[in-house]
């Protein structure tokens, strides 16, 4: 599998984001899809997750009522709608699938105050 994250750039705080995570090679529909970040001069840390099966959902408290982890497994794509922006959320962002098996190549989010 081939994951494939898009979607970050340079915004204010308070702006909104949307990552995608397309994958190929093999459909998602049955895997754990999983968002992490990583800021600078820190460990990759979890963001959210949604699982394959009821599509339950977990977020890390920081971003809880904020960020919003789905999918569309019709067009084998997982996404993570971000609000509300915060400086705080600049960081590299990785898609990653079946608990951690696969990942994606990260793509960057910068907030500026």
């Known amino acids: 599998v081939q994951l494939q994250a898009s979607g970050g750039g340079l915004v204010q705080a308070g702006d909104s984001l949307r990552l995608s995570c397309t994958a190929s090679?093999?459909?998602?529909?049955?895997?754990?899809m999983g968002w992490f970040r990583q800021a600078p001069g820190k460990e990759r840390e979890f963001v959210a997750s949604?699982?394959?099966?009821?599509?339950?959902?977990r977020y890390v408290d920081s971003v809880k009522g904020r960020f919003t982890i789905s999918r569309d497994n019709a067009n084998n794509t997982a996404y993570l709608q971000m609000n509300s922006l915060k400086p705080e959320d600049t960081g590299v962002y990785y898609c990653?699938?079946?608990?951690?098996?696969?990942w994606g190549q990260g793509t960057q989010v910068t907030v500026s105050s």
């Open positions: 990653t699938a079946d608990q951690g098996t696969y």
């Open positions: 090679g093999r459909t998602l529909s049955r895997y754990n």
């Open positions: 949604i699982l394959w099966r009821g599509g339950i959902t």
